[in-house]
């Protein structure tokens, strides 16, 4: 079995519990495991619109084990957005939660069987060609809908759920709370992580704004929570850090972007005084999630650092002409190398049956230093990638949705607070404001949306604003 879930320590713990009120041991998540065996039959493709909840995440399991790869959707995802996927990729089955089958149910296939809480459909697409180790499908932009996925491999995830259990030392005791969605590859990195350490994992779709989520984290008495800069922004704001703390807390992990230094500060003091570890941690869907972390007791330090390569990582910084920066304070692109790294990525289903492109070595992008120590530190992204509230979000791909959609130029740029979207039409503030919110997901303050006459264009159609303008 996958994660070898069938040798666990005490099969007759919860494996999964969630805030419906269901739950599952480890036992009879392999029973489901076989029980989907005869189902799909032969190894596939499956769609799997995903909410937080048990059926997810044991569809999810069930899929890797049974050799079964799963790309993992939103099940909020608009149905353009599924209808485009599905004739990019050709499904062979779509799974799809029972209390939402109003929506998806026909536009799923032909219904064949339920399992706990979710319908499975059979497509008319024929059987593809799957590469051998391919195990899971995740979009490299979080929910924009882009047929741009990363192909991920057996071995990095469990490579990545082994390493990252070694570095917040998981133990059947622990009890995370996955609010992070499981189409992410962070909110997918608490969930198998913790089952390969034998751990109960509870689920929820509540906000962190809705008073049952407290009520649900305290009476499972939670012990590990793991959020993204929007949700320790949000704990802010309902002063959580002013609060005694939990009783049974005792990690508070992040990861999703870069902190303030000022939010960061608040974070680490407070977990200091309250006898929790905080770990700060960096990753990419390229890495399978966790690339590097901070250990706790440097938390106060080397603030807003995001530390060293996990365990069996490696993390070297290069300049343009891929030479290694060794000197401190120097500024340069960031490399990671690790069994972590996936395959490389999908743009349509013949993608599928590729080998592995990226061998291991994942240039991230991202601009950092290292300081006299060797602790890391991110200071800006060398790709039109924005990554808000733990969403990664490409320009290009909402640059090309609103020239789909609205007779209008425009140009998309940003930083890690907002999204700032330009276009030449004044008549369509509101409605292109109202789209991108729509399209991306992401908070109503961190999208606006500005009028210009004219986007400046050089004669072979390049943008000169720079990314302050």
């Given at each position: 079995?996958?994660?070898?879930?069938?040798?666990?320590?005490?099969?007759?713990?919860?494996?999964?519990?969630?805030?419906?009120?269901?739950?599952?041991?480890?036992?009879?998540?392999?029973?489901?495991?076989?029980?989907?065996?005869?189902?799909?039959?032969?190894r596939a493709l499956v769609f799997l619109l995903s909410n937080n909840e048990i059926g997810s995440a044991a569809l999810y399991y069930a899929c890797l084990s049974n050799k079964?790869?799963?790309?993992?959707?939103?099940?909020?995802?608009?149905?353009?957005?599924?209808?485009?996927?599905?004739?990019?990729?050709?499904?062979?089955?779509?799974?799809?939660?029972?209390?939402?089958?109003?929506?998806?149910?026909?536009?799923?296939?032909?219904?064949?069987?339920?399992?706990?809480?979710?319908?499975?459909?059979?497509?008319?697409?024929?059987?593809?060609?799957?590469?051998?180790?391919?195990?899971?499908?995740?979009?490299?932009?979080?929910?924009?809908?882009?047929?741009?996925?990363?192909?991920?491999?057996?071995?990095?995830?469990?490579?990545?759920?082994?390493?990252?259990?070694?570095?917040?030392?998981?133990?059947?005791?622990?009890?995370?709370?996955?609010?992070?969605?499981?189409?992410?590859?962070?909110?997918?990195?608490?969930?198998?992580?913790?089952?390969?350490?034998?751990?109960?994992?509870?689920?929820?779709?509540?906000?962190?704004?809705?008073?049952?989520?407290?009520?649900?984290?305290?009476?499972?008495?939670?012990?590990?929570?793991?959020?993204?800069?929007?949700?320790?922004?949000?704990?802010?704001?309902?002063?959580?850090?002013?609060?005694?703390?939990?009783?049974?807390?005792?990690?508070?992990?992040?990861?999703?972007?870069?902190?303030?230094?000022?939010?960061?500060?608040?974070?680490?003091?407070?977990?200091?005084?309250?006898?929790?570890e905080f770990i700060p941690t960096y990753g990419q869907t390229e890495a399978t999630a966790r690339m590097c972390f901070l250990p706790s007791d440097k938390s106060l330090t080397?603030?807003?650092?995001?530390?060293?390569?996990?365990?069996?990582?490696?993390?070297?910084?290069?300049?343009?002409?891929?030479?290694?920066?060794?000197?401190?304070?120097?500024?340069?692109?960031?490399?990671?190398?690790?069994?972590?790294?996936?395959?490389?990525?999908?743009?349509?289903?013949?993608?599928?049956?590729?080998?592995?492109?990226?061998?291991?070595?994942?240039?991230?992008?991202?601009?950092?230093?290292?300081?006299?120590?060797?602790?890391?530190?991110?200071?800006?992204?060398?790709?039109?990638?924005?990554?808000?509230?733990?969403?990664?979000?490409?320009?290009?791909?909402?640059?090309?949705?609103?020239?789909?959609?609205?007779?209008?130029?425009?140009?998309?740029?940003?930083?890690?607070?907002?999204?700032?979207?330009?276009?030449?039409?004044?008549?369509?503030?509101?409605?292109?404001?109202?789209?991108?919110?729509?399209?991306?997901?992401?908070?109503?303050?961190?999208?606006?949306?500005?009028?210009?006459?004219?986007?400046?264009?050089?004669?072979?159609?390049?943008?000169?604003?720079?990314?302050?303008?």
């Amino acid at each position: 079995m996958f994660l070898a879930l069938d040798s666990i320590s005490k099969p007759n713990q919860n494996a999964l519990v969630d805030s419906y009120g269901n739950s599952i041991t480890f036992k009879e998540l392999i029973e489901v495991t076989k029980d989907l065996t005869s189902v799909f039959g032969n190894r596939a493709l499956v769609f799997l619109l995903s909410n937080n909840e048990i059926g997810s995440a044991a569809l999810y399991y069930a899929c890797l084990s049974n050799k079964v790869v799963p790309l993992i959707i939103g099940a909020d995802i608009s149905i353009k957005q599924f209808d485009d996927l599905k004739e990019t990729y050709h499904p062979q089955y779509i799974c799809y939660p029972s209390r939402q089958q109003e929506k998806w149910k026909k536009y799923c296939g032909d219904h064949i069987t339920s399992l706990l809480d979710y319908g499975i459909a059979k497509t008319n697409f024929k059987t593809i060609q799957l590469q051998d180790n391919l195990a899971l499908l995740l979009s490299t932009s979080g929910s924009t809908g882009s047929p741009k996925l990363v192909r991920h491999s057996y071995d990095n995830i469990e490579s990545n759920a082994k390493n990252v259990a070694k570095v917040f030392n998981i133990s059947p005791e622990d009890k995370p709370i996955a609010f992070l969605p499981l189409q992410y590859t962070m909110g997918l990195s608490v969930l198998t992580s913790h089952l390969y350490a034998g751990a109960t994992v509870y689920l929820t779709d509540l906000k962190l704004t809705d008073k049952f989520f407290w009520e649900y984290l305290e009476s499972s008495q939670i012990t590990n929570f793991t959020g993204v800069p929007f949700s320790f922004e949000i704990l802010n704001k309902l002063r959580f850090f002013r609060k005694n703390k939990y009783s049974s807390l005792n990690i508070i992990s992040q990861g999703g972007g870069k902190l303030s230094e000022e939010l960061y500060t608040t974070i680490a003091n407070y977990c200091s005084e309250n006898q929790i570890e905080f770990i700060p941690t960096y990753g990419q869907t390229e890495a399978t999630a966790r690339m590097c972390f901070l250990p706790s007791d440097k938390s106060l330090t080397k603030v807003c650092s995001i530390g060293k390569a996990i365990p069996e990582g490696k993390v070297y910084l290069v300049n343009d002409q891929h030479q290694i920066v060794n000197q401190t304070g120097i500024a340069a692109e960031m490399v990671y190398e690790g069994p972590n790294v996936t395959m490389g990525y999908a743009r349509n289903y013949l993608d599928l049956s590729k080998n592995d492109e990226f061998k291991g070595v994942l240039f991230t992008g991202d601009i950092a230093y290292q300081d006299e120590d060797g602790y890391l530190f991110i200071v800006g992204r060398k790709k039109r990638f924005l990554k808000l509230y733990g969403l990664r979000v490409s320009l290009d791909v909402v640059e090309h949705s609103i020239k789909n959609n609205f007779k209008t130029d425009v140009y998309c740029t940003g930083d890690d607070t907002q999204l700032k979207v330009i276009i030449t039409e004044e008549k369509l503030l509101e409605d292109v404001r109202h789209y991108v919110l729509e399209f991306t997901k992401l908070y109503h303050k961190a999208v606006e949306v500005v009028f210009k006459e004219h986007i400046p264009r050089n004669e072979s159609g390049k943008v000169r604003f720079n990314d302050k303008d």
